[in-house]
């Protein structure tokens, strides 16, 4: 497993937690002790690790137990040896990607940083010599606490890296045969006279086509929505927007779309992809929702969040029929949906888009009226 290590993120997390050179630096007061002390501390740990009957099966899965050792008696000296910290946290994203590779449990990996914790602790403790030793423990907790972080950074990145391209190949090898199934239904129904009860049925067969290939599409943008890191940029809030409705399908939307936009801030700060799938996919949930209403309405307006400086709020109301208070929490679930030919994935694209790009958004009934939609983003 090749994953570069995302260094702007770990160095971030680095200082963060207030780690600076000075404190890498005064580490190496116990550069001496740590290289007496690292050949019994990782025979320490391997039996501790050897008597839980888990983690027993991992080392015995071993082939080179004193190799193991070693490795893990020189991480332990170099704890106390940091001399370019890019290379401190790249190791120890290599050893997060490690740890993954060998179906460690992660709970495991945690509670061997929590042993380090104590082992150190009783180290410096037993060298009474050792000055401002109270400092010293101090800085201790800090660089585990980093590295605890880089080895949970890895651990995500690598788990949801092999779930996405898993769900990737799904998608890609569902969509292959839905085509193929669609356009001989297509062709069955061309040929089938309008009287034929047979053409209702490859009707209804078609439609579902349709469905799990937009669905089929939807599960794939949740995907990259997820993966991808935000690239923020200023989008003009009406641009996208007429964009958005030309893909829905102008002639669809004329005449039931209201829009009345903030012109004094008439951008958000975004990634221009998640931009254009929050307003797609809030244009196409309103759109079906009015679609069977005698008098369909949408409205579409911004203004600055009144609560929240720097931010904006695009709302978005339509006057079809209002969900059960009870499916509103749900609706951000991926696969739920109270529509017959809905996929489910609309709304919790919108939600983790929102997310990733530093805003929100929340779904709210107006009695009597609709529901409006609000999604707030950085301007």
């Known amino acids: 497993m090749n994953i570069p290590p995302p260094l702007e993120r770990l160095l971030y997390f680095k200082e963060k937690l207030g780690i600076d050179d000075n404190d890498f630096s005064r580490l190496g007061l116990l550069s001496g002790i740590a290289q007496l002390e690292k050949e019994a501390f990782s025979s320490w740990l391997y039996d501790y690790f050897f008597e839980i009957p888990h983690t027993r099966a991992v080392l015995e899965h071993e082939t080179y137990d004193d190799r193991l050792k070693r490795t893990w008696a020189d991480w332990f000296s170099s704890l106390f040896d940091v001399r370019d910290q890019q290379k401190f946290v790249t190791r120890h994203w290599k050893s997060g990607l490690k740890h993954v590779q060998s179906g460690v449990d992660h709970r495991y990996v945690n509670m061997a940083y929590g042993l380090v914790r104590r082992y150190i602790g009783r180290m410096v403790l037993e060298h009474r010599d050792i000055e401002d030793s109270e400092g010293l423990l101090k800085i201790i907790d800090k660089v585990l606490d980093l590295c605890i972080l880089i080895e949970t950074d890895a651990f995500i990145t690598s788990t949801t890296q092999c779930d996405h391209e898993v769900i990737k190949g799904i998608a890609h090898q569902v969509r292959n045969p839905l085509t193929v199934i669609g356009g001989n239904l297509m062709l069955l129904q061309k040929k089938t006279p309008g009287q034929d009860p047979r053409k209702k ?62 012109e004094s801030c008439p951008e958000v700060s975004a990634d221009q992809n998640d931009f254009k799938a929050i307003l797609f996919h809030l244009l196409q949930n309103a759109y079906e929702a009015v679609v069977d209403s005698k008098n369909p309405l949408i409205k579409i307006n911004s203004h600055l969040n009144p609560s929240i400086t720097g931010y904006l709020d695009i709302e978005i109301f339509n006057n079809g029929d209002l969900p059960r208070p009870d499916d509103i929490d749900q609706m951000f679930t991926p696969f739920f949906s109270t529509k017959s030919m809905g996929t489910g994935f609309g709304l919790p694209i919108v939600k983790l888009a929102a997310r990733k790009n530093n805003g929100n958004f929340k779904i709210s009934l107006v009695p009597d009226q609709g529901v409006l939609c609000v999604v707030t983003l950085p301007c």
């Open 201 to 262: 049925i490859y009707d209804t067969m078609l439609l579902e086509a349709s469905r799990l290939e937009r669905m089929v599409k939807n599960v794939v943008t949740y995907n990259e929505v997820f993966q991808r890191e935000p690239e923020p940029v200023k989008c003009l809030v009406r641009a996208f927007l007429q964009d958005a409705i030309d893909l829905i399908a102008p002639q669809k939307l004329k005449g039931k779309v209201d829009i009345d936009l903030d």
